[in-house]
């Protein structure tokens, strides 16, 4: 850590701040306590004082201790997520104030379901929903009609599926509209520019159905809304949908060849089916904005339907981010040709980097002042990407990755709330109630809207209450980014150093220079330029980066991950480069060899604060490439003297 003003917010590697933590969570449980007495004092205690005195307590106690002590020991061979020499996957230590929120609220036990069940924490979920639309440049005032909407998921896969529903929903609506035909509604001329409508205009529809509908007496309400609902596609099924509809086809899902699993998780959950998921090829990690171009211009052609463009800022293999303002660029041009589609950014993971561009009042940072702080970052293209998240439509963020929170948040977030209508599991999805119905008290049922039912009301506090000690700008929260940035930059200048170092026996490349905090190794004997051979090497490294229950955690210096690259997926060139980087034979790079169609790599995610330690003056990054010295040296033999000498 090298901003001492970041010290009070974790627990610590060393567990230094305890008493904190311990005091917090001792003052909040007694606080809990009193709350119970207080619901109805002149209740007398139900279990008597004596109880804890009598065999089968006693009996109970000793059952409930031993399998603590059980469990408690068996943790003891978790990952050690907190520790600085932990680099694996995407996860750190946790932000004393989500873990002491969590804490705090789970004795309530509030169900985020409705406000039934969570009269408190259902509007801590709206407000953190709008607290991460602020950090992303979406419209995060609920008093303006067309404000964001964001709510909590179990992770990024269940955000990345609210994505396609809410987009599939406002695509077909137009088209159900047109089928019911209300006189007081002007719907598109045909069913193929119904189906393709910009978002925006398709909102619009929305809007001008719901007002058309409010002048109606209830009884002919009531008789539109359910000719309507009888034509839409979460009534009919996709079947019926578009057998109807004959001019239409499913419509397609176009991602980049890095994008996370859970995309083709949604489309088969959505059952559109993977063979709808397009995958566009990439170009040094990031989207290829010339294959986009192409991809959609055929479908286009062939009168494919698209449902959502996704870009991705912070690719899970490699940190890398997507030309997001390309992307929108690209859907105004074909708005404009009537060829509509929403743009979906998946920022599971990199979507905490906003935090370091805003302001405290919410404006973007010049680029300009953002460099000071470090060497290369943000690139241009980081930037202007970050910089149009909110024109986007949709973006997928995980507090539980770069948001440093307990697992079991992700989080959904729209451009536009009035989409979420379009969801409603009840048939009054236009006009609920009516009059008063002001964006808190519509979400406060979230269940309606989202795909989980009952849910943590616990993690939502724990979000809302780590947003508002440290807020979703640079001067706050962003600090904690800035560091992990800091790591990067820092990870990267000493794999420089290591690859001359190291020279004589190893080739070592960062196969594509990251945009945020991941970075991955590739590493190669000198001399060796079988593909086969390098995976086996560095296999052996992994093993010792790996945890596993056999071994004793002490007994690992360092704890790492590992991706591989495929040729498939990056494309002839930038295959070329790295196989000739590393000193590699193409011919061995092939489907023949079992293992040998693909390039394993390490992976390290930057994101533990404690990488640079200023108080001690260690960088455990140092100590880490020490540590890959002694190893590589110990597994390779001997270099021979040369024959010149
Ligand atoms: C992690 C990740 C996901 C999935 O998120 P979960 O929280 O693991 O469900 C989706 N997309 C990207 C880019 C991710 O990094």
Redesign the pocket.
């Known amino acids: 850590m090298t901003d001492p003003s970041l010290y009070p917010c974790f627990l610590g590697p060393y567990g230094e701040n305890d008493s904190l933590l311990e005091r917090l969570v001792v003052e909040f449980l007694r606080d809990h306590v009193y709350w119970r007495r207080n619901v109805h004092p002149e209740d007398p205690p139900a279990i008597p004082t004596r109880a804890a005195q009598q065999p089968q307590f006693l009996e109970f106690e000793a059952r409930l201790r031993r399998e603590l002590h059980t469990l408690s020991a068996a943790l003891k061979r978790s990952v050690p997520f907190h520790s600085p020499r932990y680099m694996g996957h995407?996860v750190s230590d946790l932000l004393l104030p989500g873990l002491a929120a969590q804490i705090l609220t789970l004795p309530y036990n509030p169900n985020n379901v409705s406000e039934e069940a969570a009269p408190i924490t259902i509007d801590l979920e709206i407000k953190a929903g709008l607290q991460l639309a602020g950090m992303l440049g979406y419209p995060a005032d609920p008093a303006q009609p067309d404000c964001a909407f964001g709510h909590l998921?179990?992770?990024?896969?269940?955000?990345?599926y609210q994505a396609l529903r809410v987009a599939l929903a406002l695509k077909s609506f137009p088209v159900a509209l047109r089928a019911a035909a209300p006189p007081g509604v002007d719907v598109p001329a045909d069913d193929w520019s119904a189906f393709n409508l910009a978002p925006r205009a398709g909102l619009g529809l929305v809007d001008a159905w719901q007002r058309w509908l409010a002048a109606l007496a209830p009884a002919k309400r009531a008789r539109w809304r359910k000719r309507l609902q009888a034509e839409r596609i979460e009534q009919l099924g996709l079947a019926a949908f578009f057998t109807r509809h004959p001019q239409l086809s499913t419509p397609v899902v176009v991602a980049p060849v890095t994008?996370?699993?859970?995309?083709s998780k949604g489309m088969k959950l959505l059952g559109l089916g993977r063979e709808q998921l397009v995958l566009v090829p990439e170009r040094g990690m990031r989207l290829d904005l010339q294959a986009l171009q192409t991809t959609l211009q055929q479908l286009r052609a062939s009168q494919r339907p698209v449902l959502l463009a996704v870009a991705?800022?912070?690719?899970?293999e490699f940190g890398t981010i997507d030309p997001i303002h390309e992307v929108v660029a690209a859907r105004e041009r074909h708005a404009d040709a009537g060829y509509g589609f929403s743009v979906h950014v998946?920022?599971?993971?990199?979507g905490y980097l906003a935090s370091l561009f805003r302001e405290p009042d919410g404006r973007l940072r010049t680029i300009a002042g953002m460099r000071s702080e470090f060497n290369v970052f943000p690139s241009d293209g980081t930037y202007a990407a970050v910089a149009a998240l909110g024109r986007s439509d949709s973006v997928?963020v995980?507090p539980?990755?770069l948001g440093y929170l307990p697992?079991g948040t992700?989080a959904y977030v729209c451009r536009d709330h009035r989409v979420m209508a379009l969801l409603a599991e009840d048939a009054d999805y236009i006009f609920g109630g009516e009059g008063g119905d002001d964006y808190f008290s519509r979400f406060r049922n979230l269940g309606r809207y989202i795909p989980e039912g009952s849910k943590s009301g616990a993690a939502a506090a724990a979000v809302y209450v780590t947003h508002r000690v440290l807020p979703l700008d640079h001067t706050h929260f962003g600090r904690l980014v800035g560091e992990t940035i800091r790591s990067a930059e820092a990870f990267a200048a000493r794999s420089e150093r290591f690859a001359v170092e190291m020279a004589s026996l190893l080739r070592v490349c960062v196969p594509f220079a990251p945009d945020s905090n991941l970075v991955c190794l590739a590493l190669n004997p000198a001399g060796n330029r079988d593909v086969a051979a390098m995976n086996v090497f560095v296999g052996r490294l992994h093993d010792e980066l790996r945890c596993d229950s056999s071994t004793p955690l002490q007994m690992h210096e360092f704890f790492g991950s590992v991706t591989t690259l495929r040729p498939e997926v990056l494309g002839e060139n930038d295959t070329g480069r790295v196989l000739n980087e590393l000193g590699l034979d193409p011919a061995t790079l092939g489907n023949d060899h079992e293992q040998a169609d693909r390039l394993l790599i390490l992976r390290h995610t930057l994101m533990n604060p404690f990488l640079i330690d200023a108080e001690n003056g260690i960088s455990y990054i140092d100590r880490y490439f020490e540590f890959l010295e002694r190893r590589v040296r110990g597994l390779l033999p001997v270099p021979r003297a040369s024959a010149v000498a």
């Open positions: 995407m998921t179990s992770g990024g896969t269940l955000a990345n994008a996370h699993y859970s995309w991705v800022l912070g690719t899970t998946d920022a599971a993971w990199g997928t995980d539980h990755k697992y992700g």
